[in-house]
């Protein structure tokens, strides 16, 4: 499997329209940076002995609900760097509003709020600017996300962050300089009750038709033990699973989900056997298996990355109804040039990985399937085209997986990253987000992006991490009640970082022990023939 490195994952706000105008919001944007793919992993060493430790109990503060409402004019607050107050854009609050921020290392605004009791709040920021402008916003040196001011007549809007967590005392709320200017009116703070309500509804029955027995089984595993624990995953960088040795040596446990990229099935690259095989040894130890697609794009400049590759999504894209058709009709409407030759190979890669999957279907192994990731990102081929090509794409691959190749052991995952990427409910079990911070910062229970996702799916899907750049915060998930279904921490320096000498540390070792040790985390050893093959 190739080593794609991950850079800083920045968070975006949900919005609420509260008396201004509405925006569009991502709750995502990264880019990747592609220079550091090797074709091979070396193969690492660890020797530190095994050492058993204690189970871990989170540590919650006492949450006292109580009301809150305050309303900060940005203009009354002390103006670092360029930064001044005006009045020429309209519709304001108070005397004007703070405007200046022109990228200079001390262009951002501290606002102090004093806040009256330790529990949740909303944080809505109201913001203007001419053009499309992405920036970020903190509470007490901790990232709470970014908000995009999209605008097309420049007024204000509103734009908050739900359930962030705040102690009494002083806190401090900085809006962070970015790389265009944009002005803020103010930030209003109120209390939040709806974080600490679980009501979700949750169909435990597979979007598979006629799923398998053990599909069936592990779906509802999830959703019994959604909201009740974290379920540990680690991403293998090979079949050698280097990194689930290393997590056992750190933490005397082994994650209970093994994920893969399923890799190779598509043009220029060789199948990764090794990988269905490394499925199945995960699979007889009792394990959760899953995996993902590094898809190569179709042609001669194939590759995952947009901007590698000039080949268009759209350019595949058909009327015809394709997904039931044997290979040789699929051949016969190229031949009549009903369908174009990157059409043709789409589906053939999709057949391929179906061909794989099958034989895990044949041994009774459910496999947690979350393809075509990251889609409203647009730094992937399946999704810089847009929703429509990204939804044709997935919808394409769901029927001829579930229908043509009758694949019972699916289940499906969503991780488009956008709202406007959703797909249709009855298409996809999980509903997954990718959320990567940079080094040497606290991770926490991403519970802003965690109360995104319900709202986008409404409460009715389980919601997990699909990929993250640390192991998310025992205590403040369950302070935050956020407990994602489950995790899946990506290898390299995000994992190698537990040992000493890392120059960057992105999970440290500590929090490494925490989390596989702790009562809410559910590892191989207390997985394990739970709800694995069918009994004989």
Known sequence: MKKFKKTVLFLMAVFMLTGCEEISQEPLNRTVDSSSLSEEEPVLEYEEETVAYTE????????????????????????????????????????????GFYGGSADYLVIPADIPAAQHYNITVCV???????????????DIGSFVIDSEDGNFVRVTFY???????????????GKENFDIDYIEITNNEDIYENDFEINAEPVTPKASYETKNLLRYLQENFGK??????????????????????????????????????????????????????????????????WNSPGIDSSVYANETKFSLKSAMTEEDISQLGISEIN???AQGKITKECRTLV????????????????GIPVLWRPLQEAGGGWYWWGADGAEAYKWLYNLMYDRM??????????????????????????????????????????????????????????????????????????????????????????GEYLDSVSPGAADVYTTEEELIKMYNAEIAVTLDSYAGVYGHRSE
Not at 62 to 71: A, C, Q, R
């Open 402 to 491: 579930t229908e043509y190749h009758k694949l019972d052991n699916l289940i499906w995952i969503w991780n488009g990253q956008s709202e406007e990427y959703l797909v249709d409910s009855e298409k996809y079990d999980i509903a997954a987000i990718d959320v990567y911070l940079g080094p040497n910062v606290k991770y926490g229970s991403r519970s802003e992006q965690y109360q995104w996702l319900k709202k986008v799916t409404e409460s009715g899907k389980i919601l997990a991490l699909g990929e993250c750049s640390s192991v998310p915060g025992v205590d403040e998930m369950v302070r935050d009640n956020a407990l994602w279904s489950f995790f899946g921490l990506w290898y």
């Open 229 to 294: 624990s974290i379920i540990t995953g680690q991403y293998a960088s090979s079949s050698k699973n280097t990194e689930m040795d290393l997590i056992y040596q750190k933490t005397g446990k082994y994650p209970a989900i093994r994920f893969g990229d399923i890799g190779g099935y598509s043009q220029g690259e060789l199948p990764e056997e090794s990988e269905i095989q490394a499925a199945k040894d995960w699979a007889e130890k009792g394990g959760i298996v899953g995996f993902m697609w590094y």
């Open 163 to 177: 359930g962030v967590y705040m102690d009494q005392g002083e806190a401090i709320i900085q809006i962070n300089s």
């Open 348 to 363: 053939e890669n999709i057949d391929a990985v179906s061909s794989a999957f099958s034989r895990l279907a044949e041994e």
């Open 128 to 142: 203007a600017a001419d053009t499309q402008v992405t920036n970020s916003v903190s509470v007490n040196d901790s």
């Open 56 to 99: 871990y109990v989170a540590e919650v503060p006492e949450i006292i609900n109580t009301e809150t409402s305050m309303l900060l004019e940005a203009e009354d607050c002390k103006l670092n760097g360029s930064l001044y107050s005006d009045d020429q854009r309209k519709g304001f609050s108070g005397t004007g509003y703070v405007t």
């Open 332 to 334: 016969d409407l190229y």
